[in-house]
Nanobody
Framework: VQVVESGGGLVQAGGSLKLSCVVS????????MGWYRQTPGHQREFVAV???????NYAGSVKGRFTISGNSADGAVFLQMDNLKPEDTAVYYC??????????????WGQGTQVTVSS
């Protein structure tokens, strides 16, 4: 299972960025896909998730500003981030639930993409 993110960068407060994540490989199906973020000295925190059935959930701190979209069947998920704030600065990681024979068996993560929001 290979997970690759892209789309991070530097943006001013109030700006927008869109992150992309693509999963590849064989012998498995994709379950939920989502995004987490981490800052130095802190644990990785949940940002947003989209189930394979299309149900979405967001962290309270990003609700109304971030939108997750994509399709597990296509192995792709996106995170549209609007009205960015300096506190959104972090490394963003894509999460993929790996399913085999109809059961979740593993978690797969991307290498992370840096998002920096300047004030």
């Amino acid at each position: 299972v290979q997970v690759v993110e892209s789309g991070g960068g530097l943006v001013q407060a109030g700006g927008s960025l869109k992150l992309s994540c693509v999963v590849s490989g064989s012998g498995f199906n994709v379950g939920p896909m989502g995004w987490y973020r981490q800052t130095p000295g802190h644990q990785r925190e949940f940002v947003a998730v989209r189930s394979s059935g299309g149900v979405t959930n967001y962290a309270g701190s990003v609700k109304g500003r971030f939108t997750i979209s994509g399709n597990s069947a296509d192995g792709a998920v996106f995170l549209q981030m609007d009205n960015l704030k300096p506190e959104d600065t972090a490394v963003y990681y894509c999460y993929v639930g790996v399913v085999r024979l109809g059961r979740p068996v593993d978690d797969a993560w991307g290498q992370g993409t840096q998002v920096t929001v300047s004030s």
